[in-house]
């Protein structure tokens, strides 16, 4: 079965450095989307995209966000200047039928630790 | 805002048992999904219910939607050790995106 696949599985950064997620949906897909989950808390939206743009964000989602989809195949999140509560997992997903909130298939995340 | 809430928070079976995970939310939705999510690996979708539906089944999983109640169960029959996982359920609320609670852990014991 096609599968979202997210690289790095762990990133370890200082506090202030930029950090770049990648991930690889799944080719036929339309909708993209970025979540994240604290520790043993729950699974908190960031951001959808399609078409090529924004379509909609988070209260969590402030300006050190974005995100882009720079090749056609990549869907990346960068964040500008990681703060200590930034550490969290970071998930990946696409789903394929327009309007979006049909079956999300999830990348296994990268767990991101701010030191 | 609105999300779903699972409960309990924790469940402890015997292999062989039923398992019963609660869910509810506050507002309208298109449909209800739950996921499933070992520990450290990223979710997978196990089953969706749209709002005109009551009942749907999947294998040895069982969904109940109850819109006049704004909740939802999912029932695993006969489970496993390999059931063991945390549950989320996610709403559609006519938006772009889908909103998770904060998940029932389940541990089956062998």
């Known amino acids: 079965e096609p599968e979202v696949t997210q690289t790095p599985s762990h990133q370890v950064t200082q506090m202030g450095q930029e950090v770049i997620l990648r991930c690889v949906p799944i080719?036929?897909?339309?909708?993209f989307y970025w979540y994240r989950q604290i520790l043993g808390q729950k699974v908190e939206f960031l951001v959808s995209?399609?078409?090529?743009?924004?379509?909609?964000k988070s209260e969590i989602f402030d300006d050190q966000f974005s995100v882009e989809r720079p090749d056609g195949s990549n869907f990346t999140l960068k964040i500008r200047s990681t703060k200590l509560e930034d550490s969290a997992m970071y998930f990946c997903?696409?789903?394929?039928?327009?309007?979006?909130?049909?079956?999300?298939?999830f990348g296994s995340g990268t767990q991101l630790s701010v030191l | 805002s609105q999300q779903g809430e699972e409960d309990p928070q924790a469940l402890s079976i015997q292999e062989g048992e039923n398992a019963t995970m609660n869910c509810s939310y506050k507002?309208?939705?298109?449909?209800l999904q739950w996921y499933r999510q070992n520990s450290g690996r990223g979710l997978v979708h196990l089953i969706l219910?749209?709002?005109?539906?009551r009942e749907k089944h999947s294998g040895r999983l069982r969904v109940t939607l109850d819109t006049s109640k704004k909740s939802s169960s999912l029932l695993i029959t006969a489970s496993r050790a390999a059931d063991t996982a945390s549950y989320f359920c996610?709403?559609?609320?006519?938006?772009?995106?889908?909103?998770f609670g904060k998940g029932t852990k389940l541990t089956v014991n062998p």
């Open positions: 997903a696409s789903s394929e039928l327009l309007g979006g909130n049909e079956k999300l298939f």
């Open positions: 080719s036929n897909h339309l909708y």
């Open positions: 995209f399609y078409n090529n743009e924004i379509s909609e």
């Open positions: 507002t309208s939705i298109n449909n």
């Open positions: 219910i749209r709002s005109n539906e």
């Open positions: 996610a709403t559609d609320q006519v938006s772009e995106k889908l909103v």
